[in-house]
């Protein structure tokens, strides 16, 4: 599924998987490194270099064919190398740009909809904000710069969930599962002042 379109996929965020080389996946909390096991090998020796690196440097040996990588930093692009014992029997990945998870702080009703705010992320290009009710599909409702949006779609009675996604020039991150909701009521206009007597009558609009 392409998380690039109007269609939502949470759980293999990118990837850059290639024949014979490592599979990357981006999570909410690191890089998922993913390899093809190798006949007779009882450790695989790890190591990482950001495309700004010279040289690699060894990260974990693990006996298993996968690590998560949870030391990364946003914005920044890595590849990865496995092997055994011999340095002839290695693979590769390609550079991928890890991209940190937006955390929405709050969503609160305002005037004109419902106002999104959320924490920065490094190396960001564009953020785009999902929304769904209660029991609906998650759907793309906008693409911003900055780290506050406001819904002013949302329809009053409603109860509307949301999420955020950051996007690079490259690849984008994990999205925020905190899934703050909001059930947003229109604030009614008054349409009428009058004095009556001794008091003020008042008359507005029905939401």
């Known amino acids: 599924m392409d998380c690039d379109s109007e269609a939502v996929c949470w759980d293999r965020v990118y990837v ?12 909410a909390t690191g890089m998922n490194i993913n390899w093809n096991g190798r006949t007779g090998a009882d450790v695989y020796h790890v190591y990482r270099k950001a495309k ?45 740009r890890f991209l ?5 702080n709050s969503a609160t009703q305002t005037k004109t909809g419902i106002k999104l ?31 506050t949006y406001t819904d002013n779609k949302a329809k009053s009675g409603v109860e509307y969930y949301y999420t955020v996604r950051a996007f690079g020039k490259t690849g984008y991150g ?7 909701y909001v059930l947003y009521l229109k604030p009614p206009k008054i349409t009428s002042v009058k004095k009556v007597k001794d008091a003020v009558r008042l008359e507005w609009e029905s939401v």
């Open 52 to 96: 700004a690196d010279k040289s690699w440097t060894k990260i974990a040996d693990t006996k298993l064919t996968y690590y998560d990588d949870s030391t990364v930093k946003s914005g920044v692009e890595y590849s990865y190398l496995t092997k055994v014992d011999d340095d002839t029997d290695k693979l590769t990945s390609s550079y991928t």
């Open 174 to 180: 994990a999205v925020d599962k905190s899934y703050p």
């Open 16 to 27: 850059e998987n290639m024949p014979d080389k490592i599979a990357l996946t981006v999570t």
């Open 117 to 147: 705010n959320w924490s920065k992320v490094d190396g960001t290009a564009k953020y785009r904000v999902y929304r769904r009710t209660q029991y609906g599909e998650w759907v793309k409702v906008a693409d911003v710069k900055g780290t």
């Open 100 to 104: 940190g998870t937006p955390t929405i």
